[in-house]
């Protein structure tokens, strides 16, 4: 039978099909990934056991059941939300039984149905269906669109060899559109859900223009990959052509005694030579350049291996800088570049005199710890600028990776040395100042632990065979000067904080600022600017109130961010021709900065009962704080607020435990809390707090609430408690005594342990502050507290 007719007989049963009335019950078979169209036959294997008694019973009936198919064909049982809603009825042709478990039927597509309800599960489901009526219209679109449908689909044909060449025959002589659009799906092999998303479409215009796109996607893919693999046949010829041409080039060159002695190969000979090498670097050299001469230019290792031997010879390995060992003008360098921070500058002075002494000294191996903004990365650059090295700053906040520091072995696809051969790389130098920015930000997952992988490259007991992933051969990294940042040292691993000199760089006060402003901010901010320094003069006391209104912080940097928005207003009002010069006084800080930011918690303090005044180290400085504490009827609760941590929850149960148990000595009514609830709250609920050092002010704020006696308002305390009434030594004492002047304080009490680290607090401060060291929490009793008759407020 010919194509014409055997379309013919699909389109003329197809509308007999159409004319069929359907059951409003059908009998429903789940299909794994397959989709069956009206006017289409098709076999199917049926294997599950409710499915062929289905089949039975259907054969007994009218032969005529609903195919569905289910939306995850590795579920074994669907249930009804697993199959689709929209399906197709069948009739069934014929059935073989092709063993004890399987049956193979043929089947014809009648109409589309969608599902209403389920009526029946077992033994096999049975729906009420509703047929879907499918109209044939006729239009110039529908035409143009079958036509197209036909052109693609005969391309697709031609370049794929799943799709048999006689289909194109059958689909071009097809005139109904709607049966075209099913017989070309279910053609194509294509995702099921695309199928059913074309069973489910009832308007033929839609459905031809759906098909068409799927087809045309079709097409570009079979189009690309016919292209891909022509272009692949195409390489390997023309690779071919060129090894033979260039073999027979070799051998014509050996011949006439021609061969060009500058050849790339000779180029990196010459190089190995040269670079000055250890002998395990130039022995892996050398070894990689006669695996490179073995091998064809066109094979795929030839670039990784050249890039290796090109990493291997562009590293100094023994090029470095001559170190300035004049104390004088690196003590000059380092004071031009910043203001104060003694410490440091001593340290790099003791560094270049002992070189004088000791030649071949290691590399010194610093840690600079303090609040942002403090210029721990300038110091380093300027650190450089003193020594005379090149400077390599490497950025560590956010590092999971050990690769980033090791790097990746040659065997992963793009590999590259790790940031610290890349850093020496760039400097062109075995003895740079090398910078790990933000030590303390480094992070670990299932890549490593990068904290771990610099345990090497910071010891100098071990660095000066720094060995490398990619590279494989040892790099001394003894000579180079690394210098780490960061901002706190609790998240430091303790092996690694052991391997470095810790340095701390604590905030400035105002005066220092003040300073800082005048001889490095103001020029710098003028200068990017444009303005010169007779057309705005910033006046001490605008600095000030800048320092104390609109700043807080332990660095300079929101400090040169508002001296910038100076200089912007200035630089504005100039070039509008409003004014030639400015002298920004005290009174211009509101027009050019807006309202005051930060207010003096001096007005916070009342002498009241149950209010005490605490400091507070912060890791932008340090800040005082207020402690509440009241007493109402209850039972027997305490209820902390304030966002507190674990360990400032516990320093407020041991002050309550204490007055507990010390209440004769106290003065406190021994039956207090049995009736009672004490509630201890620490303003500025929104920032976490912790730590023990405000133990100290929690026993005064309760002390002070169950005696009734005041606090005196100008008393700023820290310290941690015992339950034996010891006052322990706490840290970050420069920045609290700083914070304390800052705010107006009048005396600080301390922990007796705590009175040498007053060494690190400036002159001025000290002058200004009256200090009280105790051992015993009941020594600050008569410190701090006044009688009821004393409770006007002291000044």
């Keep these: 039978m010919s194509n014409n007719e055997t379309n013919m007989k699909m389109e003329t049963q197809h509308q007999q099909d159409s004319t069929i009335l359907l059951s409003q019950e059908l009998a429903i078979l789940p299909l794994k990934g397959t989709v069956i169209y009206p006017g289409l036959a098709l076999p199917l294997i049926i294997g599950r056991s409710r499915s062929i008694q289905l089949i039975d019973d259907a054969l007994a009936g009218d032969k005529m059941i609903g195919v569905i198919t289910q939306k995850d064909p590795k579920v074994e049982d669907p249930g009804p939300e697993e199959m689709y809603a929209v399906g197709t009825a069948v009739s069934i042709l014929k059935m ?33 269906v ?5 109209a044939e219209p006729q239009s110039l679109e529908i035409e143009a669109l079958m036509g197209n449908i036909k052109n693609v689909f005969t391309k697709v044909v031609e370049l794929s060899p799943q799709v048999p060449s006689e289909i194109t025959s059958m689909i071009t002589n097809l005139k109904s559109p709607g049966m075209l659009a099913d017989f070309v799906i279910s053609s194509l092999n294509i995702p099921v859900e695309e199928k059913q998303q074309i069973l489910e479409t009832i308007d033929i215009s839609t459905r031809l223009k759906r098909v068409m796109e799927i087809l045309n996607r079709e097409l570009q893919v079979l189009e690309l990959g016919q292209k891909i693999q022509t272009q692949v046949k195409e390489g390997i010829d023309r690779n071919q052509r060129e090894y033979y041409l260039r073999e027979q080039l070799k051998a014509i060159q050996q011949e006439l005694g021609e061969e060009d002695e500058q050849s790339e190969l000779e180029e990196l000979q010459q190089r190995i030579e040269k670079a000055n090498m250890p002998e395990e670097a130039a022995k892996a050299a050398q070894k990689e350049l006669e695996r490179l001469k073995r091998m064809h230019p066109a094979a795929a290792e030839y670039t990784v291996s050249r890039t290796y031997l090109d990493w291997l010879l562009d590293l100094p390995w023994s090029i470095n800088t001559a170190d300035n060992l004049d104390i004088l003008q690196a003590r000059t360098v380092l004071d031009e570049d910043h203001y104060d921070l003694e410490k440091v500058k001593k340290r790099i002075i003791e560094y270049l005199a002992v070189r004088q002494l000791k030649k071949d000294m290691k590399g010194p191996i610093l840690c600079f710890v303090g609040p942002p903004g403090v210029g721990k990365t300038s110091l380093g650059r300027s650190i450089a600028r003193a020594l005379g090295r090149k400077f390599v700053r490497i950025s560590l906040g956010g590092v999971h990776d050990e690769a980033e520091i090791r790097g990746h072995r040659r065997t992963y696809i793009g590999a590259l040395p790790g940031r610290i051969i890349q850093g020496i790389k760039k400097a062109e130098s075995n003895n740079p100042l090398f910078m790990l ?8 997952d299932f890549r490593g632990d990068p904290s771990s992988a610099l345990l090497e490259v910071l010891d100098p007991e071990q660095n000066f065979s720094f060995s490398d992933h990619y590279l494989e051969v040892s790099f001394d990294l003894s000579k180079v000067m690394f210098i780490a940042t960061a901002n706190i040292l609790q998240t430091i691993p303790s092996a690694l904080q052991d391997r470095m000199e810790i340095l701390e760089l604590p905030g400035y006060t105002e005066e ?4 800082i402003a005048k001889d490095f901010l103001i020029p710098k901010q003028l200068q990017e600017h444009g303005l010169q320094a007779e057309q705005l003069q910033l006046m001490d006391g605008a600095l000030k109130a800048i320092i104390s209104s609109y700043t807080r912080e332990a660095g300079v940097r929101n400090l040169e961010r508002e001296i910038a928005t100076v200089c912007r207003g200035v630089a504005k009002e100039i070039v509008e021709g409003s004014v030639e010069s400015v002298c920004f006084t005290e009174e211009l800080v509101h027009q050019y900065l807006g309202p005051i930011k930060f207010y003096s918690e001096l007005a916070e303090r009342t002498a009241e009962t149950g209010v005490a005044t605490g400091l507070a180290w912060t890791p932008t400085g340090g800040d005082i704080i207020f402690v509440e504490a009241t007493i109402m009827p209850g039972q027997k609760t305490l209820t902390l607020t304030g966002q507190l941590g674990e360990v400032m929850k516990e320093s407020a149960q041991a002050a309550l435990s204490y007055v507990r148990s010390k209440y004769r000595e106290l003065g406190v009514d021994k039956d207090f809390y049995e009736h009672g609830d004490i509630h201890i709250h620490v303003p500025a609920g929104s920032v976490p707090k912790d730590g023990p050092s405000a133990g100290v002010t929690m026993f005064t704020a309760l002390t002070s609430l169950l005696t009734r006696r005041p606090i005196r308002n100008d008393i700023a305390m820290t310290g941690e408690i015992t339950l034996r009434g010891t006052v322990l030594p706490v840290g970050g004492i420069k920045e609290k005594v700083l914070a304390a002047r800052r705010a107006g304080i009048h005396t600080v009490i301390l922990p007796k342990k705590n009175e040498k680290d007053l060494e690190e607090v400036p002159e001025n ?5 009256k200090f009280e060291f105790i051992q015993k929490m009941d020594e600050i009793i008569p410190l701090v507290l006044l009688e009821p008759r004393e409770q006007e407020r002291v000044q």
């Excluded at 478990?101 to 009526?119: A, S, T």
């Excluded at 509703?130 to 499918?134: A, G, K, V």
Aim: cysteine-free.
């Design 765 to 769: 401060a000290k002058r200004d502050l």
């Design 437 to 444: 920015d933000e030590v303390d930000k480094l992070g670990a």
């Design 96 to 128: 073989v039984r092709v063993s004890d478990h399987d049956i193979r039927v043929v089947v014809q597509g009648i109409r589309r149905f969608k599902i209403e309800r389920f009526v029946q599960q077992e033994p096999y489901y049975v729906a009420q």
């Design 130 to 134: 509703l047929s879907i009526e499918e």
């Design 512 to 515: 220092e600022k003040l300073m």
